[in-house]
């Protein structure tokens, strides 16, 4: 049953499906990302994978704040 709720719900909204499963899995990827990198350590030399995890998480939260709230005035100002 739940399943067929989420297929109906991607059906209905396919972009904001897209956006809210889409950030789930990013955010249990950062959530997994930052486990890894802490369990392995302090970082050595340049530290590329913190650098890239921030990057993740930056782009993240521009999509969240910048991004959809732009798509959000176009698609209801028509």
Do not use: N
């Not at 909204?13 to 802490?38: D, H, I, K, R, W």
């Not at 970082?43 to 913190?50: D, N, Q, R, V």
């Amino acid at each position: 049953m739940m399943l067929a709720d989420i297929v109906a719900q991607v059906r209905e909204y396919p972009v904001a499906m897209a956006l809210e499963l889409g950030s789930v899995l990013v955010s249990c990827l950062l959530f997994l990302g930052t486990f890894v990198l802490l369990v392995s350590g302090a970082p050595t030399g340049t530290g590329e994978p913190w650098l890239v995890l921030i990057g993740v998480g930056t782009a993240f939260v521009l999509v969240w704040t910048v991004i959809v709230p732009l798509y959000e005035r176009t698609l209801y100002s028509e």
